[in-house]
């Protein structure tokens, strides 16, 4: 948990205390990701972690419209639909979603298994849906700052992309074809955001309420991934969910 703040911050000190956070809990230290991107997990066990993936890829922009529709101005409506632009496209068969399932289909899973959603594990499902109802049901604020966890991602997917590349023949660039607009679409989407919040987060409770609302993301890539681990790695497939 945050710990309290006894005075309130500047916008610099509120930066590095959200950095710090994303340092110390980013899924980037889970031993997951750090097994897929060695190159240390199966073929099987990585049809899991995309299929599971998936649904986190198909949510996030259900999460953003719950999110536009609340919003009070133009300005903020327009940027952030441009983040449900990019998941979804603009026509059938672009946009962020469509092309996870090039990865998917990449790695041999059935398109309308992975879209049926039937293989998930459950920590996945509940995980994906605390973060859907959290921005449906925090303040605006704390909706933003739960995206922050952007601010890290361009560098774990470029780890991802060189490592997965390096080590697992059943992996190309066409199939991991969904991260490279990430890594120019990520700094654009969390720059917005952290503007956003260290402009508006002026008193000493909503100071808290943005670190909280980042170290509950950080939890919700994180448990999604401790679920991976411990079904694939460690084989306690729970029943009903994706069996390779
Ligand atoms: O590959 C990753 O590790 C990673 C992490 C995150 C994240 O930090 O939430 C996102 C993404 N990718 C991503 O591709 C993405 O579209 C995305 C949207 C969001 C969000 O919270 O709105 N996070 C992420």
Same mark, same amino acid.
């Given at each position: 948990m945050t710990s309290s703040l006894s005075t309130r911050l500047t916008p610099k000190e509120l930066e590095e205390r959200l950095r710090a956070i994303g340092a110390e809990r980013y899924h980037n230290r889970h031993p997951f990701h750090r097994k897929l991107h060695d190159g240390l997990l199966n073929k099987q066990q990585v049809q899991a972690w995309a299929l599971n993936r998936y649904y986190y890829q198909a949510s996030i922009p259900a999460k953003d419209a719950t999110l536009l529709a609340r919003l009070p101005t133009t300005?903020?409506?327009?940027?952030? &639909?441009?983040?449900? *632009?990019?998941?979804? !496209?603009?026509? %059938?068969? =672009?946009?962020?979603?469509?092309?996870?399932?090039?990865?998917?289909?990449?790695?041999?899973?059935? &398109?309308?298994?992975? *879209?049926?959603?039937? !293989?998930?594990? %459950?920590? =996945?499902?509940?995980?994906?849906?605390?973060?859907?109802?959290?921005?449906?049901?925090?303040?605006?604020?704390?909706?933003?700052?739960?995206?922050?966890?952007?601010?890290?991602?361009?560098?774990?997917?470029?780890?991802?992309?060189?490592?997965?590349?390096q080590h697992y023949d059943f992996i190309s660039k066409d199939t991991l074809a969904y991260f490279t607009p990430r890594l120019t679409q990520a700094p654009r989407d969390s720059d917005f955001a952290l503007g956003y919040v260290l402009e508006h987060a002026k008193t000493i409770e909503q100071q808290e309420a943005v670190l909280a609302a980042l170290e509950f993301k950080c939890s919700v890539l994180w448990t999604m991934l401790d679920a991976l681990d411990h079904a694939y790695v460690h084989n306690n497939i729970p029943p009903g969910a994706f069996i390779p």
């Open positions: 300005e903020l409506r327009r940027e952030w &639909r441009r983040r449900i *632009e990019d998941h979804d !496209g603009t026509e %059938p068969g =672009t946009g962020g979603v469509a092309r996870w399932l090039v990865l998917t289909d990449g790695l041999g899973l059935d &398109r309308a298994y992975v *879209e049926s959603l039937k !293989g998930l594990l %459950p920590a =996945t499902r509940f995980s994906v849906e605390a973060y859907i109802h959290f921005v449906r049901d925090r303040s605006i604020l704390e909706a933003i700052a739960s995206s922050l966890t952007e601010l890290f991602s361009p560098t774990i997917i470029s780890e991802r992309v060189s490592g997965m590349l």
